[in-house]
């Protein structure tokens, strides 16, 4: 299994001071963490963006960034290898100086009845998205700053029980499990930790997702599965660990509302 420790610098930074605020996104070369990617860049942070199988996405992420102004950098790691993972936060903080912010955006989805599902796919899924994120909790939970954020995600699936995402949702449920006894763990720190269940969501680039009023339906995941206009919606889980305001949050706290802004998912 291959470490990359040393980032990829894929265009020039713009500024060489240190910046204030640095955000790693794990997944951050597609999909949502992408799209988070957009945002904290837009607010100045200065960027890790962690990824894995594509390269070129992940230059483009860092390249995004930079034209808007912030600094950012690429490191690809295999979030559930923990040498990796621990190259991507040292790589951080050689590059920027601290960590404040983690969202952890990387993820797999696997669709099959569970009387069907090959157990290998069931073993590379977890080892993915379980003991992924029990890694990458690890080294945030020891290196994210006072005031900073870890956000993790999980599905809404886990509440709305969809046949064929059992081995999926199972996953997400550990991760909820995971992240509400990490932000018991580091209560009094100053560090906020927050799990989001978004439900489907389109946030490849293209791609406009649009709000949805009210829970999402079979029918709903049927015309998005099927071509149909992408819906963003949310069942919003989370907690603070010490009572500092979180506005990262894809979606609220509580039922339903996600904001979307130029096509894109709009991180409250
Ligand atoms: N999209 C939805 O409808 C939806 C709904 C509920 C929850 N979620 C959750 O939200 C998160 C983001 O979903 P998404 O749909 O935006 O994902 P996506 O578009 O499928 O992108 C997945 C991201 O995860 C990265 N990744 C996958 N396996 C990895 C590994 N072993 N190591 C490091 N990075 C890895 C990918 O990197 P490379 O491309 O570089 O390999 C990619 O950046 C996931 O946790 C997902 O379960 C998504």
Redesign the pocket.
């Known amino acids: 299994m291959s470490v990359h420790a040393s980032p990829d610098h894929t265009a020039a930074q713009p500024r060489l001071s240190k910046p204030s605020r640095i955000a790693i996104v ?9 799209q988070a990617v957009r945002r904290l860049a837009a607010d100045g942070y200065a960027l890790v963006v ?6 070129d ?2 230059s483009a992420a860092v390249n995004g960034a930079i034209t808007g102004g912030s600094r950012a950098i690429a490191v690809q ?4 290898n923990e040498h990796a993972v621990e190259a991507l936060f040292d790589a951080a903080e050689a590059e920027f100086g601290g960590i404040d912010v983690v969202v ?6 696997e669709l099959a009845p569970i009387a069907e599902l090959d157990l290998s796919v069931l073993d590379d899924l977890h080892r ?2 379980i003991r ?1 994120t029990f890694v990458v909790a690890q080294q945030a939970a020891r290196r994210v700053r006072r005031g900073g954020s870890i956000l993790t ?5 886990v509440g709305l029980a969809f046949p064929a995402y059992g081995a ?1 949702a199972a996953s ?1 449920g550990a991760v909820e499990a995971l992240t509400l006894i990490l932000a018991r763990e580091l209560r009094g720190r100053d560090v906020t930790v927050n799990a989001v ?8 680039a293209g791609q406009h997702p649009s709000l949805m009023g009210g829970p999402v339906t079979i029918e709903d995941i049927d015309h998005w599965q099927t071509g149909g206009c992408p819906v963003v919606s949310t069942r919003a889980f989370g907690t603070v660990a010490a009572g500092t305001s979180f506005p990262y949050l894809v979606g609220s706290v509580g039922d339903g509302l996600v904001d979307t802004a130029e096509g894109s998912v709009q991180l409250l």
């Open positions: 794990t997944g951050g070369s597609r999909g949502i963490g992408r962690g990824y894995s199988g594509s390269p996405q992940a790691a295999d979030i559930a952890h955006a990387a993820g797999r989805t993915t998205n992924g995600f999980s599905t809404s699936v999926y997400k269940a978004p439900g489907p969501t389109a946030a490849a």
